[in-house]
């Protein structure tokens, strides 16, 4: 919420094309050797390699040293550029002429950047055999070092003008790296993916369709440099207040449950003791406004320090928020979240040492309803998180949502994950302000549950009981946010425009003067004075609730398929309330981990491997932190294949007369009870048939004997008895034997 009566990238490098040999990077006895893999993009110049060795000098980073067989292009200032990007490359071809062993030899990466696949997609190589390739050098990688880093990008955009299909197939690998990364990953030698696809604009950011310019040159560097760091182990440790899976905790492990109130600082410089009184109502939070200098402002370094001062002295954690970036893209004057970086890294003396009681709010509801620039949400607040993480801000960070704070068009939830990854520190909480949108118990848990399922921290940063836009369902947004343990800060304390002065609290900054919406706020079922529970830091918790919650059921595995599986078990019970259940996983043998959460007595897990052993235990929690003991242990055995029902293939080859050519078609039909969403036929010739390409119905794709058939976009969805047809020409000499048997997503077909 901003008031009504007010609401009405990093600078760019400009890259010269004047040539410059570039020395290998000084560094100490043994620098982390990195190796940048790729094609034209890569190398040629690839500038975005000169832009991210100096954003890792100038952050400190100094002890890396990049390798490999190419030397550094110019790109206008002295760097360590050698590199493995060759022009014209592609995945499938330094797999087929054994090239990356080589490479490896000489120059002994410790991580390896790779964006590889433009040329593979420009050839029309389908996904699944780039990935195929993908893993072939993987297990090159590691035969070089087990403990290997891989940083895969998914790969830009691409438009050729004589290439219309390619946009898609890029969308079409890009979709299938995450899965590829999660299955291939180790402990010792882990995969991170980097996604350079969202916001990058072929138009913008492209020369032609393909080559990024000097605008794409910097969005490439923006996205790898967090995720290198994270690689070179070398960012500090998150301190003071975190995130750990959904939840906030505060350094010591104990969680933290934001319960406050917003409060308009930097217009009521003066009502200091406004502090002590939202205090006074059991308040744990206070989220102050302060200004950047474009709109209001700038609250200085000096100022930041009071404001921290009073947030202590009342023993409130304070989340501070810059104000200035409201409505960015369709409001007048408003900032950039590159601006309000700016910003925080010029009071940074502040807030250095204060990570036990501040969390930065990037800035306030950061875009307006301009879709297009809401578009870029992403990009833009995992670029000023990079700065503050690069300026040395270990804080927890809290990112507001876009399209006026209320994500109506599921921005935030869609790219939340890819922004979280974003951060070295993996230390951001999400932000969603509910107002008229949220006017319904449906909207606000189809919100609420998005971010449980993809196991992602989320508060509410504001909301209120009326709006102009709407009447929200503050009952839910209260209720449901005790049940799942997420905080909450209402707005606002006092100070209101007229024409929405029914969201104050107070009457004229009174405490004893409550509104309706600051008693049920407040003192009303599930608000503040209720469920807040005083951070530890301030001694909080002792003298409270110490009795944790009873042991839940044993869990039960139900609807055991290839991926995924659902479990269900016996409530705990609580003095006070149990407010959710941690769900830990174990592979086979090995040690249990937190695996996400439920505020529900269910929970459903997916992205498994097929034929994999999975071992689960529950745990409650309250909203004192009080953990109970963890369950009995379930065991459940995911099936083989990708499939979740069964298939039967029909088969006809037709020999052309005369000659030796011949047609296949075959019918795929779903003979079990469950749809099938996206599926690969497997098959084999055992008379040197060979597939003449393209087919039609599936992409198809031929490796020696083996064939494989994917879907195409509108026939990857099979409901139970539902057939689709495909088929392609091949050729043959000798005799044209059909296939004798079929696989599914892995599981063998019926034939007939």
Avoid at 10 to 29: D, S
Avoid at 536 to 561: L, N, R
Wanted: glycine content about 12%; hydrophobic content about 40%.
């Amino acid at each position: 919420m901003t008031l009504r009566f007010l609401r009405s990238v990093m600078a760019g490098l400009l890259l010269v094309a004047c040539a410059v040999i570039a020395p290998a990077a000084a560094g100490a006895a043994a620098p982390a050797r990195i190796m940048t893999l790729g094609d034209s993009i890569t190398g040629s110049p690839g500038c975005w390699r000169a832009l991210l060795w100096k954003h890792l000098q100038d952050t400190g980073h100094t002890d890396v040293d990049f390798v490999g067989s190419l030397p550094a292009p110019g790109c206008g200032f002295t760097y360590d550029g050698d590199n493995e990007g060759h022009g014209g490359i592609l995945a499938t071809n330094i797999v087929r002429d054994n090239q990356l062993p080589g490479w490896l030899s000489s120059a002994r990466p410790d991580v390896v950047l790779m964006h590889l696949g433009t040329n593979d997609v420009w050839s029309n190589i389908p996904a699944s055999t780039i990935l195929s390739a993908y893993s072939t050098m993987l297990g090159q990688m590691r035969a070089s070092n087990p403990a290997i880093k891989l940083v895969v990008a998914q790969i830009l955009p691409m438009t050729p003008s004589n290439c219309s299909a390619c946009a898609q197939r890029v969308v079409d690998l890009n979709s299938a790296i995450p899965g590829w990364a999660r299955a291939n990953s180790t402990a010792a030698s882990p995969i991170t993916v980097v996604d350079q696809w969202t916001g990058f604009d072929t138009a913008a950011d492209t020369s032609d369709g393909v080559h990024p310019n000097n605008a794409g040159i910097q969005k490439i560097e923006a996205r790898w440099y967090p995720a290198v760091v994270t690689a070179l182990g070398s960012q500090p440790a998150a301190t003071g207040l975190h995130v750990e899976g959904t939840r906030v905790v505060e350094a010591n492990g104990t969680p933290f449950v934001m319960r406050g109130v917003n409060h308009a600082h930097v217009w009521y410089q003066s009502q200091t003791r406004a502090f002590a009184d939202i205090k006074s109502f059991g308040a744990n939070t206070v989220r102050v406004v302060l200004g950047s200098g474009q709109r209001w402002g700038p609250t200085p370094a000096a100022e930041v320090s009071s404001v921290i001062s009073l947030c202590k002295q009342s023993k409130l954690i304070c989340v501070l928020e810059v104000h200035d970036t409201t409505g960015y893209g369709e409001q007048s004057g408003a900032a950039t979240l590159d601006q309000a970086a700016t910003y925080w890294i010029s009071v940074a003396s502040a807030l250095k040492g204060q990570e036990n009681h501040v969390v930065i709010n990037l800035g306030n509801e950061p875009f307006g309803n301009n879709a297009t620039v809401s578009a870029t949400w992403a990009s833009a607040t995992s670029s000023a998180i990079s700065r503050l993480r690069g300026a040395g801000l270990q804080h927890l960070l809290m990112a507001d949502a876009p399209m006026w704070g209320q994500d109506w068009g599921n921005i935030m939830r869609d790219n939340a994950a890819s922004v979280l990854s974003a951060d070295p520190q993996r230390n951001t909480v999400f932000s969603i302000h509910m107002y008229g949108v949220y006017n319904t118990a449906d909207k606000v848990n189809a919100y609420f549950e998005a971010f449980r399922t993809a196991g992602l921290p989320l508060v509410v940063g504001e909301f209120g009981y009326n709006h102009s836009d709407g009447d929200p369902d503050e009952d839910t947004i209260m209720a449901q946010a005790q049940a799942r343990g997420l905080g909450y800060l209402g707005w606002s304390w006092s100070g209101n425009s007229s024409d929405v002065a029914y969201l104050d609290m107070t009457n004229s900054f009174n405490p004893a003067s409550l509104t309706t919406w600051g008693e049920r706020f407040l003192n009303g079922a599930n608000g503040v004075r209720q469920t807040s529970k005083e951070a530890t830091i301030y001694g909080g918790g002792t003298g409270g609730d110490t009795q944790a919650p009873s042991t839940p059921g044993t869990p039960v595995a139900a609807g055991v398929t290839s991926t995924g599986l659902t479990l269900s078990w016996t409530a705990s019970t609580d003095n006070v309330g149990v407010t959710g259940y941690d769900v830990l996983r174990a592979v086979g043998s090995g040690s249990f981990a937190a695996v996400g959460s439920s505020a529900s007595t269910g929970y459903t897990d997916s992205g498994l491997t097929p034929s994999t052993t999975y071992r689960y235990q529950v745990r409650a929690r309250d909203a004192a932190g009080n953990v109970s003991a963890v369950s009995g242990i379930v065991s459940a055995t995911t099936s083989a294949g990708g499939g979740t029902g069964t298939c039967k293939v029909g088969y006809s080859g037709q020999n052309w007369g005369g000659g030796n050519g011949f047609t296949a078609n075959l019918t795929i039909t779903n003979t079990g009870t469950s749809a099938i969403n996206g599926w690969t036929l497997a098959f084999s010739y055992a008379n040197g048939q060979r597939v003449t390409l393209p087919g039609w119905g599936a992409t198809v794709a031929q490796s020696g004997a083996a064939v494989t058939a994917t879907n195409l976009a509108w026939n990857g969805a099979l409901a139970p008895g539902a057939s689709t047809g495909i088929g392609f020409n091949g050729t043959f000499s000798g005799t044209n034997t059909a296939p004798t048997s079929f696989t599914l997503n892995g599981s063998a077909c019926t034939t007939g």
